[in-house]
C-alpha cells in the first residue's frame, strides 16, 4: 500500500459526459501528479500540482483540467468524453524535489470506460 | 526531449531463470532512473532507482545499474519467481525548466513466469 488513495476504481459513462476522478496523496507529501495509461499511449503525464498551484503540464486535453485543494488533495475533471478517453488514470504523490531527486508514489488507479 | 525505450514483450522464463529486460534512455542532462512494476489489476509500486552515474538500485533480489556511458538501466534478478509476473516499466525524472520532475514511461515488459 503505497499511501496514495484514488476514488472511484471504476467509472463506466457515456460519451459527452463529464467526471471527476479524486486522488489523495500520501501524508505529508505536497505534490501530486496525474498520469494517463492506455494501450496506444502508454503511460503519460498528463498534470503536477504543487501546494496548491499548477507547477506543469504535460500531454493533457483541453477538455480535461485539475485543481489541487488546500487540504492537498487533487482532482482531475474530465468532459466532453470521447471512446478514446477510456483508460487508466493514475495519480502519484511526492514530497518534493529533495537533493534533486523526486520519487513518485502511485494509488491504484481509477478505470474509466466511455461507451 | 526526454524518452526511454525498453524491451519488448512479452518475456516467457521458467521459475528460477535469469532476468534481463533492457533499458535505454535519451536525456538532456542528468536523469534519475527508475523501474516500477504493475501487478495484475494493481497500480504502480516503485522497485527500485538510482539517482547518479554508476549507482546500482536494488530491492526483493532485482538490480539496476545506472550506465551513462551507455545511457542504460538494465533490469536483472538471478533467479525469478512465478510471484514476479507482472508489467514492468522503466522511467526517468528530469528536473523540467516549470521545476517539475514528471516521469518518462517506457512501453513496458510484460513478464510471465511458469512453474
Known amino acids: 500500500d503505497s499511501g496514495v488513495t484514488q476514488t472511484p476504481k471504476h467509472l463506466i459513462t457515456a460519451t459527452g459526459q463529464r467526471v471527476t476522478l479524486r486522488c489523495s496523496p500520501r501524508?505529508?507529501?505536497?505534490?501530486v501528479y496525474w498520469y494517463q495509461q492506455s494501450l496506444d499511449q502508454g503511460l503519460q503525464f498528463l498534470i503536477q500540482y504543487y501546494n496548491g498551484e499548477e507547477r506543469a503540464k504535460g500531454n493533457i486535453l483541453e477538455r480535461f483540467s485539475a485543481q489541487q485543494f488546500p487540504d492537498l488533495h487533487s482532482e482531475l475533471n474530465l468532459s466532453s468524453l470521447e471512446l478514446g478517453d477510456s483508460a487508466l488514470y493514475f495519480c502519484?504523490?511526492?514530497?518534493?524535489?529533495?537533493?534533486?531527486?523526486?520519487?513518485?508514489?502511485f494509488g491504484p488507479g481509477t478505470r474509466l470506460l466511455v461507451l | 526531449g526526454d524518452s526511454v525505450t525498453q524491451m519488448e514483450g512479452p518475456v516467457t522464463l521458467s521459475e528460477e531463470a535469469f532476468l534481463t529486460i533492457n533499458c535505454t534512455y535519451t536525456a538532456t542532462g542528468y536523469p534519475s532512473l527508475f523501474w516500477y512494476v504493475q501487478y495484475p489489476g494493481e497500480g504502480l509500486q516503485l522497485l527500485l532507482k538510482a539517482t547518479k552515474a554508476d549507482d546500482k538500485g536494488s530491492n526483493k533480489g532485482f538490480e539496476a545499474t545506472y550506465r551513462k556511458e551507455t545511457t542504460s538501466f538494465h533490469l536483472e534478478k538471478g533467479s525469478v519467481q512465478v510471484s514476479d509476473s507482472a508489467v514492468y516499466f522503466c522511467?526517468?525524472?528530469?528536473?523540467?525548466?516549470?521545476?517539475?520532475?514528471?516521469?518518462?514511461f517506457g512501453k513496458g515488459t510484460k513478464l510471465s513466469v511458469i512453474p
Open positions: 501524508s505529508g507529501d505536497l505534490s
Open positions: 502519484a504523490s511526492s514530497q518534493g524535489p529533495r537533493g534533486g531527486v523526486e520519487t513518485q508514489y
Open positions: 522511467a526517468l525524472s528530469e528536473r523540467s525548466g516549470a521545476g517539475s520532475y514528471q516521469l518518462t
